[in-house]
């Protein structure tokens, strides 16, 4: 699909400047660079895995944590889990 992007002068240049680095076009590098982004934004936050990494690390949080799992996998969704 055809797309039409206005961006600034120098954010091009630096856009031009990456994708020459990788090898790549200027569009495969903003299909990847979106992509990418798209990815991280729909994934959990680093800081929660963090998080559950550390309640794993007390009995406390272990239970905690497989009473989590308990009710997320009880609830019904039509959308897919998030990528970890």
């Known amino acids: 699909m055809t ?8 954010l091009l240049e630096k856009l031009d400047q990456r ?4 090898g790549v076009s200027r569009n495969r590098y ?5 992509e ?4 991280e934004e729909t994934s959990w936050s680093p800081r929660l895995r963090e998080m559950l990494a550390d309640a ?6 272990v239970r905690a944590a497989e ?6 996998s ?3 969704t039509r959308k897919a889990p998030p990528e970890l």
């Not at 009473?67 to 997320?72: K, L, N, Q």
């Open 3 to 10: 797309t039409t992007v206005h961006l600034p002068k120098e």
């Open 19 to 22: 994708a020459e680095e990788q």
């Open 30 to 34: 903003i299909v990847e660079t979106l």
């Open 36 to 39: 990418a982004r798209i990815r």
């Open 56 to 61: 794993v690390k007390d009995k406390q949080g």
């Open 67 to 72: 009473e989590m799992m308990r009710v997320i």
């Open 74 to 76: 009880s609830r019904r």
